[in-house]
């Protein structure tokens, strides 16, 4: 982002301010510092969908760990696929874990195949892989049943027994409260819980979360709660009270930092890069700018700007 662009957002900073001083200010740790427990990671720079199918290249990943590192000790992957097998090498050499996320459709072939590329992965780099992710809202899809689903994540438990490394599903917040049940087949509790597209304005958008969390808590009492996406979009519709704008990230991140760090959370942000080619595809502008970092690897925002 160029120095203007940073001074837009200081500049939009007070009028937030006045609704949501108190989340503002709280500290965050300085320049340098890793500020994420975790961050989603998809490469940067894809400009349309059709690119991902030839693969990403290993330089563009190379380039993408290196600057995400200096903000995260830990990314999450939504599949292994179209060269995203090649994620794991990198992020091992430059001591980043990894939540291996296995990409579950209503192809069963394809879903056997998934699981089988993510298994033999799990093998040479095991030691990084602290989480798996087996589907990632295939309930919010209605690609597959609870039952099903549960199936997935009881196989992927049978292959890897080292308990040290959970296995489970993501879903929006509102999928696990309406199928409970899901809970008996996974190690913990991956939900999505987004203010923005709840129509839940940025001052309030932590206490929001802590509500959902508690939900889920009182939903499962013992079960590892994770809150598997949080964010902020810098560009998209108005959603009820809920604007996105660079500032408005940049105060929603601030403001999560402080609270998982009080609440104790176990997070994952979403996300490290924007990503260009969603603005043509259903989720539209708002898809493409979740990012803390632009497709050219550029901070988007103060937060992260050191």
Known sequence: ???????????AAPG????????????VPGPGARL???????PSGVALEGEMARGFPEPR?????????????????YSVDHGLDRVLPMAAASGINVSL??????????????IAR????FVPFGKIIKRVYVGNEVLRR????????????????????????????????SDWLKNPDLTKACDFVGAHVSPYRDGVAVAGAVDYIAQRSAE?????????????????????????????????????????????????????????????????????????SWGLFDGQRAAKIPLVAG
């Open 216 to 288: 889920l808590k009182a939903m499962a009492p013992g079960k590892p709660i994770v809150i598997a996406e949080a964010g902020w979009p810098s560009a998209g519709p108005t959603i009820k009270d809920a604007v996105p704008s660079l500032a408005a990230q940049d105060q929603f991140a601030r403001a999560f930092l402080a609270r998982a760090a009080q609440e104790k959370y176990d997070y994952n942000f979403v996300e490290a890069y924007d990503q260009p080619w969603k603005s043509k595809s259903a989720e539209g502008p708002t898809g493409a």
């Open 142 to 173: 209605k690609i597959l049943s609870p039952a099903d689903l549960a199936g997935y994540v009881r196989r992927v438990r049978v292959f890897i027994a080292d308990p040290a490394v959970s296995i489970g599903t993501a879903e929006i917040w």
């Open 36 to 42: 994420f427990q975790s961050l989603s990671y998809s």
């Open 101 to 114: 996320g296995l990409r579950l459709g209503a192809d069963k072939t394809h879903n056997d195949l998934e």
């Open 1 to 11: 982002m160029r120095r203007r662009d940073f001074m837009r957002v200081g500049m």
């Open 61 to 77: 990943i190379r380039l993408d760990i290196e600057r995400i590192k200096k903000v995260t000790g830990a990314i999450r992957i």
């Open 16 to 27: 937030i301010l006045a609704h949501g001083r108190s989340a503002w200010a709280q500290p």
């Open 118 to 121: 993510g298994m033999k992965l």
